[in-house]
């Protein structure tokens, strides 16, 4: 039971444009969402999140953006960077609870 | 600069080996698990913990098991080490309660490969 989808595996983009990353969830108890960036050979790291009571949140070239009826999130990037290159990992959690649901991640490749 | 350490960035073990991944944080954190990173698959829990000595099973147990005698330390234990269990493994720690807006702070990972 898939908790927390991100449906494509992979986006590539030019330097410079933007970058939109989506991703879906089911269980109507989550309201914290957050995004997580993780380049090879390290761990993730804490990108940007959001609560329920929102529906956008930025922070510099990231902008996360929440739609509770559809259950759905995106991160936006932009403008996009080489250094931007990594896999990207959706997760979500419920209020009352202390652990992460995590998607299966989408490696974004931003082409100079 | 606050720390979650993994003991080893690359690992070979053989078939039926007994695996020890080790993981220490320095920032005081009541919880701490250990999920497995695979292509396709996202982040997988395998064990956590809210409290020394306590410990709860999480998505993919299995073949696993965990060990927490001292707050700052959390290991993941093979038993008997398999070819299914060769995977990016992370540990990760935050405070206690709901995890709300302030996540997870992750080690590096260890990358295991089983012969």
Known sequence: DQQVKQNSPSLSVQEGRISI??????NSMFDYFLWYKKYPAEGPTFLISISSIKDKNEDGRFTVFLNKSAKHLSLHIVPSQPGDSA??????SATS????????GTQLTVNP | DVKVTQSSRYLVKRTGEK???ECVQDMDHENMFWYRQDPGLGLRLIYFSYDVKM???G????GYSVSREKKERFSLILESASTNQTSMYLCASSF???VGNYGYTFGSGTR????
């Open chain 1, 21 to 26: 990353l989506n991703c879906d969830y089911t």
């Open chain 1, 87 to 92: 896999v990207y990992f959706c997760a979500a």
């Open chain 1, 97 to 104: 609870g202390s652990r992460l649901t995590f998607g299966e």
């Open chain 2, 19 to 21: 695996v020890f991944l």
């Open chain 2, 55 to 57: 410990k709860e099973k």
């Open chain 2, 59 to 62: 998505d993919i147990p299995e």
């Open chain 2, 96 to 98: 206690g309660g709901a």
């Open chain 2, 112 to 115: 295991l490969t089983v012969v």
